[in-house]
């Protein structure tokens, strides 16, 4: 069902933030699982807590943003959800770091999504070889910049993946970011931002959530405390959302 969801009430109990400056209310980075470093251009693999080879896992594909490194994908995975899913983060980081890649779409630091789709399929495969993985359970996400990245390449190639979550990404403008509208109405998409945010206000993100909605794309969005970090709420939230798919109807 076409939704758009207003503020999400913050919890009772604070979370730890996911960025490496500690938010208001919130314990500080250090409280993050530690990860080791794969190198730069390494695919970065997350296994699920008591992994069953039997099972065919989804699969979430973390695009990183501007700074980030291949640890992220391990400091994210488990507020996402340490049992439910298989995570991969691509190794071309340089495509997604707006200080490495110059302007490719109407002069803003957006990834060419032709660029983006090589990598991340090759990631895709190297899940599936090392995991037991879903082919129709592979969900795109990102923050910031990789969020951007994965609503371009998702909406790009609709037919590819299960669902895309942006988290405080920017929604893509040029380029034509519909041109595939009759497939793209089959994508789910979940946009999250922050109240105060200063990449991508609240007004503005709501407002292309009303565009995909009349577009006539499932198009979930929601508004949190806070500003551009990425927060502990805004993943929970995320994993609700991807259960709902993988549990629904139409997951089979």
């Known amino acids: ?15 730890p933030s996911l960025d490496f400056a500690p938010e208001r209310g919130c314990a500080p980075s250090s409280t993050l ?6 190198a730069a251009d390494a695919i970065a693999f ?16 973390w695009l990183r943003g501007s700074g980030d490194d291949q640890t992220r994908l391990s400091r994210v995975m488990p507020f996402l959800s340490l049992r439910n899913y298989v995570g991969v983060a691509p190794a071309a980081a340089a495509l997604l770091d707006p200080s490495r890649t110059p302007p490719r779409i109407a002069g803003r630091q957006e990834p060419d999504p032709l660029a ?22 592979v969900f795109l996400a990102g923050h910031g910049p990789g969020g951007a990245a994965a609503l371009r390449l998702a909406l790009a190639a609709p037919d590819r993946f299960a669902g895309v979550l942006s988290f405080c990404g920017p929604f893509p403008t040029g380029g034509a970011p519909l ?9 789910p998409v979940f946009l999250a931002t922050g109240r105060d945010s200063t990449d ?14 009349c577009a006539g794309i499932d198009a979930v969005h929601k ?11 805004m993943l929970a939230d995320g994993n609700r959302w991807l259960m709902r798919i993988v549990t629904g109807p139409q997951a089979a």
């Open 1 to 15: 069902m076409n939704r758009i969801l207003a503020f999400h009430s913050p919890s009772a109990t604070p979370r």
């Open 33 to 38: 699982p530690p990860a080791a470093a794969p």
């Open 46 to 61: 997350f296994a699920p807590l008591h992994y069953e080879p039997n099972y065919a896992y989804p699969l979430v594909v």
């Open 223 to 233: 508004v949190y405390p806070g500003g551009d970090a990425l927060g502990a709420r």
């Open 200 to 213: 991508y206000s609240p007004a503005e993100s709501a407002r292309r959530a009303r565009l995909l909605l």
């Open 116 to 137: 983006l789709q090589d990598p991340v399929l090759d990631a895709v495969d190297a899940a599936s070889r090392r995991y037991h993985v879903h082919p129709r359970r």
């Open 179 to 187: 041109c595939s509208l009759a497939a793209a109405r089959r994508l």
